[in-house]
């Protein structure tokens, strides 16, 4: 019994402070509140069949169309985001479960019902469509209207899209079925850490525990935690494999040359973005060799382990900070972007934007969720003693307050920026505090303790997520060659570019080809290369706004408002840089070099 007083185990969902938690009141004050005005939304998808076949008739069947469908998806926004929400607080929970499976089913029919739009509006004649878009009541829906017209030759007819529209739900099965898995069915164990405290292990305390000073609590962490994901690999690699399918169907049957290619036409997205991206890291390979044998010294190793890359090399400058201390850490470095910007975060990060400690059966990882009409939400699973999760926080809050002036200079049809830019507003951030974090160093062992830290930040940002996309592009590529993604294919080819990415004198432990069966962003295709390309398009736009003036802020602040009201290459032109061009990811990687250098030189 005196033992399991040690433990430091979870607490439940119930047990949680509330002042620690999200007030979802600004979505709806209740479950019941959120169940009367579901049941109201459902009864709105019949009401499509009123527009179907007069689309074409004029511009006042067209607008009464467009408008109704704005309205119903707008609330749907709202019912779908607060049931999300929901499951996210505790996976297990069967009624908040239920909660996002109905609204999916809803979803679900409501794009059956809507799917006669897309191709009825393709359907009325190039000239016509134009003579209409020149029309005073069509003016707000021109940008949307030309977009969809994009899509003229990777849209079916109407029996085509109502049968795809019918497989939405069914389509995120194998997601669903990840998360289940990973976050409410298994079981870690627990773990003695470095002050002889026994610690649960989950996907929240395993990054603590990578950051621990004593290397046999790193090693034993990762050891028992990859223990789990190889005792479920195969159902893992069935899950993975399901979602590639899905991605590769889709395109497929849209007409497109491939997955790929599927996933970078919305953005608009130059296919020599994503293969300029893998090839300017490639060339940096070497000096990322460089690093990982530096820090082998300076950790003063025999040979070198995954499980070795996340502490920091002088971890005695490790610090333990509280929300609170953190909260007022990420304000003042985030100063430079005025006044409006402080106040509203601080506003947030006091109060109940966020959700904030890690409880039993909580989402692990992080996220910002913002809504058109509602507060932009963060999911934490804050540690005090870890200081990525500071800057993961100050990331969120990017995200978040992107949403926040988006939803208040855009109308609801161009407020929802794409992923491509988000990763710029979030990544910016984090920028802003390393530089505010370096600028406050009294010593040189603080300082090397920061740049290894941004050292690590750009190797973990631009160098990882790109081996991650890499990985998607050869995975997605297999499939459509006809070749079945067994576990063996998949750690095979994981463990190729583990040995490209890491360098010959890195040890590659089996395990960590496991590694490709828990990325939960695998299971949304082609989304981690934005992470990289979004923090080298961040230090041009984070150098610009410090060594500027008004112009250059007002830039900045006029690209977080954009929301989609353009294309994202065109966004980030207004805010001064060309992400169309290798120039930025070489510039982020350049300063990668730079920084190995500085810390070689102070240990």
Not at 90 to 105: E, K, V
Not at 153 to 160: D, S
Not at 411 to 431: L, W
Not at 440 to 465: F, H, M, P, S, W
Request: proline share 4%.
């Amino acid at each position: 019994m005196s033992n399991s007083k040690k433990i430091k185990s979870l607490p439940p969902r119930s047990r949680v402070k509330p002042a620690d938690t999200w007030d979802l009141l600004s979505l709806y004050s209740s479950d019941a509140a959120w169940e009367k005005a579901f049941r109201q939304w459902g009864k709105l998808t019949r009401r499509y069949d009123v527009f179907r076949g007069t689309l074409s008739r004029g511009v006042a069947e067209l607008v009464a169309c467009l408008k109704f469908d704005e309205k119903f998806d707008r609330q749907g926004e709202r019912l779908g985001t607060y049931a999300f929400l929901k499951t996210t607080e505790d996976t297990a929970n069967s009624d908040s479960q239920r909660m996002l499976g109905r609204y999916q089913h809803v979803a679900s029919e409501a794009a059956q019902a809507a799917s006669f739009i897309r191709p009825e509006i393709l359907a009325i004649p190039a000239k016509k469509l134009q003579a209409m878009l020149q029309v005073k009541a069509l003016l707000p829906y021109r940008l949307l209207l030309e977009r969809l017209v994009r899509y003229k030759p990777h849209t079916l007819g109407k029996a085509e899209e109502r049968l795809l529209a019918m497989q939405t739900e069914m389509a995120g099965t194998a997601g669903r079925a990840f998360r289940q898995l990973t976050d409410a069915d298994m079981q870690f164990g627990t773990i003695r850490n470095e002050r002889k405290e026994t610690v649960e292990l989950s996907h929240a305390t395993f990054s603590a525990l990578l950051h621990s000073p004593q290397r046999s609590v790193r090693r034993k962490a990762f050891d028992q935690y990859y223990r789990q994901f190889q005792s479920h690999e195969n159902t893992l690699a069935a899950t993975l494999a399901g979602s590639i399918q899905r991605d590769v169907f889709e395109a497929k049957s849209r007409g497109y040359d491939s997955a790929l290619a599927a996933a970078l036409f919305p953005d608009h997205m130059p296919p020599a973005v994503y293969d300029n991206l893998i090839t300017a890291v490639h060339d940096s390979l070497p000096v990322v060799y460089r690093y990982l044998e530096l820090r082998r010294r300076k950790m003063r190793l025999k040979e070198i382990h995954h499980y070795d890359t996340y502490v920091p090399i002088l971890s005695e400058q490790e610090s333990r900070r509280t929300w609170k201390q953190a909260t007022r850490t990420i304000l003042r470095s985030l100063e430079p972007l005025g006044t409006q910007y402080a106040q509203v975060l601080e506003r947030g990060l006091s109060g109940r934007w966020c959700d904030r400690y890690p409880n039993r059966g909580k989402q692990s990882g992080a996220f910002s969720c913002g809504t058109f009409d509602g507060d932009p939400y963060i999911l934490m699973n804050y540690q005090p003693d870890v200081l990525d999760h500071m800057f993961t926080l100050t990331h969120e809050a990017g995200h978040s307050m992107h949403s926040y002036y988006s939803a208040r200079q855009q109308p609801y049809r161009y407020y929802d920026y794409v992923i491509f830019v988000a990763e710029v507003a979030s990544t910016f951030n984090e920028q802003l505090l390393g530089r505010h974090l370096l600028a406050e160093a009294r010593t040189d062992a603080e300082r090397a303790y920061l740049i290894n830290r941004d050292i690590d930040a750009v190797r973990g940002t631009i160098i990882r997520q790109t081996m991650f996309a890499e990985f998607e592009k050869i995975i997605h590529a297999l499939v459509e060659a006809g070749e079945p993604l067994t576990v063996d294919c998949l750690k095979q080819e994981y463990g190729k570019l583990l040995a490209a990415y890491f360098g010959p004198d890195f040890v590659i432990d089996e395990a960590l080809k496991l590694e490709c069966l828990r990325i939960p962003h695998f299971y949304r295709g082609f989304y981690v290369y934005k992470y990289a390309t979004g923090m080298s398009a961040a230090i041009a736009l984070s150098e610009r706004v410090l060594a500027g003036g008004p112009g250059e802020l007002k830039d900045y602040l006029t690209f977080l408002q954009g929301g989609c009201s353009q294309d994202p290459l065109d966004l980030l032109r207004g805010a001064g840089v060309d992400m169309a061009s290798p120039e930025p990811v070489r510039t982020a990687l350049d300063r990668f070099a730079t920084l190995v250098d500085q810390l070689d030189e102070l240990l």
